[in-house]
C-alpha cells in the first residue's frame, strides 16, 4: 500500500479510501448494501490490517446509521484514533426541517455537531461539502466552514460533485479573508467517465490539491460481472439503481478490453479499472466499497498491479473523452506555439 500527500496538509493517505455507503442499508440507500455491525467491522479490520488508514463516510449515507456503524466499528477493533484519517460529508437532508439540508452557516454548525455525536468523535479530520446548494452563496458556506474549523471540530475541509470555477471562487474567498481552503476534491472518476479531466483535474494539478474518486467501478459496471451478452448478474447495486450515468456502449467497448488485458497479469476486470486510476494525475486516494470480504481483497489487489505503458496508452485510446471546446481549439492553437526544430 502506497501513501501519498492530501494535497499541501502533509498528511500522508493510502492509495485506496474505504468507502462505507454499503453499511447500514437504510431506506434510500438499501439498494447499495446492508451490511449490518459484524460484517462492518470485519471490512474495517482487513481494510486497517492491509494498509489502508483513510476511511470515508456521510451524515446522509443510511441517514446516519453509516456514521453510527464506522464510529462504532473503530471504537470496538480498538484502533487507535490517530491511526486513521476519517472524512465525512454534509449537504444532504438530514430531517424534515427546511434548514436541515444544505450549505448554510447554520445547517453546517448543526451537522457537524450531529455527525460527531453518531461518530462518537472528539474532530472530523477532513469534512467534505457534499454537493452544489445553489441557494446559499459560498461565501456563507465558507464562514460556516471556517466556524467549525476553528472551533477545533474540522481539521481539513474538502469539496464534492462542485465544477471547477465554484472551488476557484471560494478558496481565492477563503484566502482573502484568512480562512481555511479546500485541499481535497471528491468526484466521479472512472475509466468508463473521464469529464473529471477537462477542468476539475487541471485545476486540482495547478493548485496542489488532492482527488478521491468515488465511484471508480462505475457503480459496479466494471466489476466484471457485466458483458454485452449478460446485462444482469443479478448481484450487483446497478440491478436495482442504475447509476452513475456512463455511455454503456463504449463503457463495453472498454470492459472487452480490459477482460482480454486482465489473464496476462492474472488479474480480474475490477483490477484493471482501478490499477488504470491509480496511475492517472492528481488520484490521491481512490474510494472502494464492498459488500463481502473477497471483493474488498480484490480492490486491495488493485494496488499490485502495474500495467506496462503499451496497456496503459490501449486503455487510455479507448476511453479518450470525446474533444470539446475550448479543448479542442487550445489543442489546435499549441501547434503553433513552439518554434520548428532547426538544424545545425
Known amino acids: 500500500m502506497k501513501y501519498n500527500p492530501l494535497g499541501k496538509t502533509g498528511v500522508l493517505v493510502s492509495e485506496l479510501c474505504l468507502g462505507t455507503m454499503t453499511f447500514g442499508g437504510k431506506g434510500y440507500w438499501k439498494s447499495i448494501g446492508e451490511l449490518p455491525q459484524d460484517a462492518v467491522n470485519d471490512i474495517v479490520k482487513t481494510s486497517v490490517d492491509q494498509g489502508i488508514n483513510f476511511i470515508d463516510t456521510a451524515n446522509g449515507y443510511s441517514e446516519g446509521l453509516s456514521e453510527i456503524m464506522t464510529g462504532k466499528a473503530l471504537a470496538s477493533l480498538g484502533i487507535n484514533r490517530q491511526q486513521v484519517v476519517l472524512a465525512t460529508k454534509l449537504r444532504i437532508r438530514m430531517g424534515a426541517g427546511a434548514n436541515q439540508v444544505g450549505l448554510s452557516r447554520l445547517h453546517i454548525a448543526d451537522a457537524v455537531e450531529d455527525s460527531l455525536k453518531r461518530l462518537a468523535m472528539t474532530h472530523i479530520d477532513l469534512l467534505y461539502i457534499h454537493g452544489v446548494d445553489p441557494i ?35 478558496n481565492d474567498y477563503a484566502e482573502r479573508m484568512g480562512w481555511t481552503k479546500f485541499v481535497a476534491l471528491q468526484n466521479y472518476y472512472t475509466i468508463a467517465s473521464r469529464d473529471v479531466e477537462r477542468e476539475i483535474i487541471p485545476m486540482a494539478l495547478s493548485e496542489g490539491m488532492g482527488l478521491m474518486p468515488w465511484s471508480p467501478l462505475a457503480g459496479g459496471f466494471l466489476s466484471g460481472k457485466f458483458t454485452r451478452d449478460k446485462v444482469k448478474a443479478g448481484d450487483s447495486r446497478r440491478d436495482e439503481f442504475d447509476f452513475p450515468p456512463i ?30 486510476l491509480l496511475r492517472k ?12 470480504q473477497d471483493q474488498l481483497m480484490d480492490n486491495i489487489g488493485a494496488t499490485k498491479l502495474q500495467l506496462s505503458d503499451s496497456d496503459l496508452q490501449k486503455l487510455d485510446k479507448i476511453s479518450v473523452l470525446t474533444p470539446e471546446y475550448p479543448g479542442w481549439m487550445i489543442e489546435r492553437q499549441m501547434m503553433g506555439r513552439y518554434p520548428e526544430p532547426t538544424l545545425d
Open 136 to 170: 446559499t452563496p459560498i461565501e456563507e458556506t465558507m464562514r460556516g466552514l471556517e466556524d467549525v474549523v476553528r472551533a477545533g471540530k474540522v481539521r481539513y475541509i474538502g469539496i464534492s460533485n462542485h465544477p471547477a470555477w465554484m472551488t476557484m471562487k471560494a
Open 247 to 276: 455511455n454503456k456502449a463504449k463503457a463495453y467497448d472498454i470492459i472487452d478490453l480490459m477482460a482480454a488485458m486482465a489473464p496476462q497479469y492474472q488479474a480480474t476486470v475490477a483490477q484493471v479499472a482501478l490499477a488504470w
Open 281 to 292: 494525475p492528481a488520484v490521491t486516494s481512490i474510494i472502494i466499497g464492498a459488500k463481502r
